[in-house]
């Protein structure tokens, strides 16, 4: 019986439910993948799902909650732009998920896990992009960071305070899968404790390198002739090129490896593209009339709320914390629009 009291028929084949079988299968993965029958399990013990291993339970929890949902309004780097084939940060994380998948799937690893990392790993982005990052990260007495914040929505925020429960594995991947500006697989990139995490980590910058300069040449702040040209040389001319020369090498020098890798010819392509971007598009963006535009809408609404707590929504009120804490989640869930219009009515 499931918790709603309706009848779950578990189809058993030589006395093992379906996701006994599934968990059967995954003894034929790599022996460097993640197996969610030893899985180290979840913060609150849970009946197994007698169809769904652990980890495909964590994926549909993530695609089913609302803080996933409120990722098709929020910036990734363009606010409010005017075309309909900007990135946004659910077309970024789905993105992300397919890169992701297809090299999983090529090194035989937990392809399940890497999937619910790689589609919670912005779950608790901020709306205007990295904008309203640095915006929090400056009025929270503790700092804001993205990547911690998608920790919370996962841990806390969802559900009414019970959060969704998911296994270790997941929460290490979305809480290690921030990288700054630190150089791909440097010094300063953080280990992730598994390759699906590592894997998501990389698509990750696969993904954004290659969207973010489609939507600056969609934008006219820069032109495909403005790229590095050894770097192009390197990695293809075209959007469709590029991903596809990383995630091969990807899969080439990390084969039957204990960690994920790519050569350095590549790491150095792709090196110069993001520094390119950092220095072209993304720092630029900082220095706009929208970027200014972000940051007054949130300082107004922290600012308020601070003053407010009774006007913030009953499942912030209700936390067992500060009261810049509960603000600051508040604001980091809205979507572009929602800070806009909310800020505006203030």
């Not at 929270?140 to 429960?165: M, Y």
């Not at 500006?181 to 910058?205: F, M, P, R, S, Y």
Request: aromatic share 6%; with cysteine.
């Amino acid at each position: 019986m499931t918790r709603l009291g309706y009848e779950c028929t578990n189809p058993m084949v030589n006395g093992l439910s379906i996701r006994e079988q599934t968990e059967k299968k995954e003894e034929a993965l790599s022996p460097h993948a993640s197996k969610s029958k030893f899985s180290r399990g979840r913060s609150r013990w849970e009946e197994p799902c007698p169809i769904r291993t652990c980890f495909q339970r964590d994926r549909d929890r993530i695609i089913h909650c609302k803080a996933f949902r409120r990722l098709k309004h929020k910036t990734q780097v363009f606010i409010a732009p005017s075309g309909d084939h900007y990135v946004t940060r659910l077309t970024h994380t789905l993105e992300v998920s397919q890169i992701a998948r297809t090299i999983s799937r090529a090194l035989n690893l937990n392809e399940d896990l890497t999937e619910a990392i790689a589609l919670g790993h912005d779950l608790g982005h901020t709306p205007f992009g990295h904008i309203g990052e640095e915006v929090l990260n400056e009025l929270h007495p503790d700092g804001f960071r993205h990547n911690e914040q998608s920790l919370r929505v996962v841990d806390l925020l969802e559900k009414d305070g019970q959060g969704l429960n998911l296994t270790w594995e997941v929460r290490d991947g979305i809480l290690k899968h921030a990288k700054g500006q630190a150089e791909i697989l440097g010094e300063k990139w953080e280990d992730v404790a598994t390759l699906e995490g590592q894997v998501c980590k990389l698509a990750d910058v696969i993904a954004y390198i290659n969207h973010d300069i489609g939507d600056a040449i969609r934008s006219g702040i820069i032109t495909g002739s403005d790229l590095p040209e050894l770097a192009i040389a390197k990695l293809g001319h075209m959007h469709s090129q590029r991903i596809n020369t990383m995630v091969c090498d990807v899969v080439s020098r990390s084969h039957a490896k204990a960690t994920i890798a790519m050569s350095p010819e590549v790491i150095k392509a792709a090196n110069s593209l993001r520094q390119f971007l950092f220095d072209k598009v993304y720092n630029p963006s900082l220095l706009t009339k929208d970027a200014e535009r972000a940051r007054r809408t949130i300082r107004i609404l922290y600012s308020y709320f601070l003053r407010h707590e009774d006007r913030l929504p009953s499942e912030f009120a209700s936390l067992n914390d500060t009261r810049e804490r509960k603000v600051a989640d508040y604001i980091a869930g809205m979507t572009d629009q929602f800070a806009l219009r909310l800020a505006e009515e203030m």
